[in-house]
Every structure is written in C-alpha cells, then in structure tokens.
C-alpha cells in the first residue's frame, strides 16, 4: 500500500534560518513524488517534483530511494514561506496519495 | 482560463441534507478528482473520474456519490449529510502530473 508521513504538524523557524519539512514514503514500485503548497486564502498548488530536480522559490527536495524520503529544504526562510505544505506521492497511477500536511511558520 | 471552479464556496447543511457540489474545469482535463481536507488529516481522495463517464471510488467514498457527465464537469452528491462530512471539499484536475485544484468548499453539518 502507499503511505506518506510528514511526522511535523507544525513547523516554526526565524526568518533567514534554515527550514527542513521532512517527508517519508511507503510504495514497492518506482515512486513519485511531489510537494504541493497552500498559502493562506490560497488554492492548493504544485511546489516542486522529483523528476524535475529544480529549485522552486528557493526549495530543493531530493529523492532518497534508500532511505524513502523526500524532505523538502530551504536554507534561508522567508516570512512570505508560511503556509501548509503536503508530500504526495504518485507512480503507476494517476490518483496522488497526500500526507498529513506541515503547517510552516516563519517568525519575523 | 478559469482553471478550477466550485460551487457554492460555503454551505451549511442539517442532517439529513442532501445537496451537490459543484466543479467545472476549462483545461480540457481527462482526469478529475474529489479530495476532502480535515486538520491533521490532510487531503484524502473521495472519488475519481479517469474520463467522461467513467467513476472510481477513493479512499473514503461512503455517504457520497459523483457524477462525471461530461469532460468539463465532475460533481460530489451528499444524500444525507452528517456531521462526519463537514470538511473543505477540493476538486482537481490532472494535466500529465500536476494536479490543478479548486478554491474549495467549506461545508459544515449541524
């Protein structure tokens, strides 16, 4: 069965210190991963996927296959940051399985 | 583009109720989905349609049912709402792996 955890509920950090939202995952096949963001009054949006390997808004994730992990990194967080992010996690279907959320907070 | 839309953006119901969620895309979209977001629940499929009238339950389907009539439009049907189902609603729609979602509906059952 496919499984995301997202262990943070909630997440707070200073502007300009480093932010890690960590995300594990359970599938046997080839997985895919995303990040999707909700800002406040916002809809739901795609922030990054493994496959591209970019850097959105200043985020990077990688895939770690050994350890089953796709964590989310941003080595200088912005106040503009604070939102709710999800883990998804896709591959071999089209239906996405979403993990619980982490709520970020970043203080002035 | 609109992208996503829904209708109503909020609605109270009583027990009982039954009432239909509305959501529309103009992307031209073969997939689209019913999600519903609760506090430390996260988002969690209700029901998806691979293509017009075609229909595949999710992860937790009781107390609904779906309509896919057409390409533009899927729609979410509460028979008789219970308290249980107050949540945010969000419809999307997938584009080759994105999925584009709604603004939501923000239902509460008294």
């Known amino acids: 069965a496919q499984r995301v955890t997202q262990p943070e509920k909630l997440l707070s950090v200073f502007k300009g210190a480093p932010v890690e939202l960590k995300c594990n995952y359970s599938?046997?096949?080839?997985?895919?991963l995303f990040w999707y963001v909700q800002y406040s009054r916002q809809r739901l949006q795609l922030l990054l996927r493994?496959?591209s390997r970019e850097s959105i808004k200043g985020f990077t994730a990688d895939l770690n296959k050994g350890e089953t992990s796709f964590h989310l990194k941003k080595p200088f967080a912005q106040e503009e940051d604070s939102a709710m992010y999800y883990c998804?996690?896709?591959?071999?279907?089209?239906?996405?399985?979403f993990g619980k959320g982490t709520k970020l907070t970043v203080n002035p | 583009n609109a992208g996503v839309t829904q209708t109503p953006k909020f609605q109270v119901l009583k027990t009982g109720q039954s009432m239909t969620l509305q959501c529309a895309q103009d992307?031209?979209?073969?997939?689209m989905y019913w999600y519903r977001q609760d506090p430390g629940m996260g988002l969690r499929l209700i029901y998806y349609?691979?293509?017009?009238?075609?229909?595949d339950k999710g992860e937790v389907p009781n107390g609904y049912n779906v309509s896919r009539l057409n390409k533009r439009e899927f729609s979410l049907r509460l028979e008789s709402a219970a308290p249980s189902q107050t949540s945010v609603y969000f419809c999307?729609?997938?584009?080759?792996?994105?999925?584009?979602f709604g603004p939501g509906t923000r239902l509460t059952v008294t």
């Open positions: 998804a996690l896709g591959g071999g279907s089209e239906k996405l399985v």
């Open positions: 599938y046997s096949g080839s997985p895919e």
């Open positions: 493994h496959i």
């Open positions: 992307m031209n979209h073969n997939s």
């Open positions: 349609s691979a293509s017009e009238g075609t229909t």
């Open positions: 999307a729609s997938l584009n080759t792996y994105e999925q584009y």
